[in-house]
């Protein structure tokens, strides 16, 4: 097999939780007080919009959650958003070791998130320590599983698809990156995408 020049990786479900998930809505309404079932309605009308960066958090927010008044304001609402996203164990701490000791393979994110949450997660976490770009489809206009993005992605680095590995924690967007060429692998536990990427190199 071709040694690999690009490790393309997801954010959310990999290195740190994800920014906006179905786990933190549902907390959201419990804490918040109001209709999760409404909510979550709404939430998959236009979330897609937000990601692909044609509206602003706000905007989602006034349709989401602020489309009639409410007992909290939206700061302290936005200050919760902001503080579903973790760290997961293991993987950060181990890119930035990877990347100092392999500096000739380029590590490079290709994640659907909305403007905001990208911004914040990028600067909270240094992943500029990790990673030597960001395809976030807040940027680009296009978001997983649109074939357009990964190719996008490739096209930035100059890579053949050969050259390439995928790691994401959803297998049918893993999918998606083999129909193209590029080596997909599901992200279950951080050893486990360790020692594949590492069994690569040898």
Same mark, same amino acid.
């Given at each position: 097999?071709?040694? =690999? *020049?690009?490790?393309?990786?997801? #954010?959310?479900? %990999? $290195?740190?939780? +994800?920014?906006?998930?179905?786990?933190?809505r549902e907390k959201a309404a419990k804490e918040f007080g109001f209709d999760f079932t409404e909510m979550e309605a709404l939430h998959n009308f236009i979330f897609n919009v937000y990601e692909i960066g044609r509206i602003t958090l706000d905007e989602y927010l006034d349709i989401v959650v602020f489309n009639?008044?409410?007992?909290?304001?939206?700061?302290?609402?936005?200050?919760?958003?902001?503080?579903?996203?973790?760290?997961?164990?293991?993987?950060?701490?181990?890119?930035?070791? =990877? *990347?100092?000791?392999?500096?000739? #393979?380029?590590? %490079? $994110?290709?994640? +659907?998130?909305?403007?905001?949450?990208?911004?914040?997660?990028?600067?909270?976490?240094?992943?500029?320590?990790?990673?030597?770009?960001?395809?976030?489809?807040?940027?680009?206009?296009?978001?997983?599983?649109?074939?357009?993005?990964?190719?996008?992605?490739?096209?930035?680095?100059?890579?053949?698809?050969?050259?390439?590995?995928?790691?994401?924690?959803?297998?049918?967007?893993?999918?998606?990156?083999?129909?193209?060429?590029?080596?997909?692998?599901?992200?279950?536990?951080?050893?486990?995408?360790?020692?594949?990427?590492?069994?690569?190199?040898?």
């Amino acid at each position: 097999m071709n040694p =690999f *020049k690009i490790l393309f990786l997801d #954010i959310g479900g %990999v $290195s740190l939780t +994800n920014g906006w998930g179905h786990d933190s809505r549902e907390k959201a309404a419990k804490e918040f007080g109001f209709d999760f079932t409404e909510m979550e309605a709404l939430h998959n009308f236009i979330f897609n919009v937000y990601e692909i960066g044609r509206i602003t958090l706000d905007e989602y927010l006034d349709i989401v959650v602020f489309n009639k008044p409410r007992v909290f304001t939206r700061e302290d609402f936005k200050t919760f958003m902001f503080s579903r996203s973790l760290e997961l164990p293991g993987m950060l701490q181990w890119l930035k070791e =990877f *990347k100092k000791a392999n500096q000739q #393979i380029k590590i %490079v $994110s290709i994640n +659907n998130e909305g403007r905001e949450l990208n911004e914040y997660r990028v600067k909270k976490f240094q992943l500029h320590d990790c990673f030597d770009a960001f395809i976030s489809s807040c940027e680009v206009g296009m978001r997983k599983p649109d074939p357009g993005i990964f190719r996008l992605a490739m096209g930035v680095v100059q890579a053949a698809p050969s050259e390439c590995i995928y790691f994401d924690d959803r297998i049918y967007l893993v999918d998606a990156a083999k129909r193209l060429g590029i080596r997909g692998y599901h992200h279950q536990r951080f050893e486990t995408t360790k020692e594949i990427i590492e069994g690569l190199l040898q």
